[in-house]
Nanobody, 126 residues
Framework: QVQLVESGGGLVQPGGSLRLSCAASGFALDGYSVGWFRQAPGKEREGVSCINTRVGLRRFADSVMGRFTISRDNAKNTVDLQMSRLQPEDTAVYYC???????????????????WGQGTQVTVSS
């Protein structure tokens, strides 16, 4: 059974950091493109970052460039999103997703992804 499970969300003060983890079961993430998305109340789901695990290419949304990093751990079969200098506007439910992507890149468009996790809440507030 293919499954993605996110963890690591929570409440953090502005300027703080959180590390989200996306764990896969039922398949190996190696060779997949894995994306992190977020959805705030009343807003559309938006791409935050993605990684093509086959070639190592990474992409970031302009809003998180320089603050977020994405990494993979083949041994643990996870892809992590390290978030720093968090701001209230980063508050959202964060989702990870995976797809076997033929291009040497990774998409930041939700419709391109086949498998999704259930999401983890990130709240940035003082």
């Amino acid at each position: 059974q293919v499954q993605l499970v996110e963890s690591g969300g929570g409440l953090v003060q502005p300027g703080g950091s959180l590390r989200l983890s996306c764990a896969a079961s039922g398949f190996a993430l190696d060779g997949y493109s894995v994306g992190w998305f977020r959805q705030a109340p009343g807003k559309e789901r938006e791409g935050v970052s993605c990684i093509n695990t086959r070639v190592g290419l990474r992409r970031f949304a302009d809003s998180v460039m320089g603050r977020f990093t994405i990494s993979r751990d083949n041994a643990k079969n996870t892809v992590d999103l390290q978030m720093s200098r968090l701001q209230p506007e980063d508050t959202a439910v964060y989702y990870c997703a995976a797809v076997q992507y033929a291009e040497f890149s990774c998409p930041l468009v939700p419709d391109e992804y086949a498998y999704w996790g259930q999401g983890t809440q990130v709240t940035v507030s003082s």
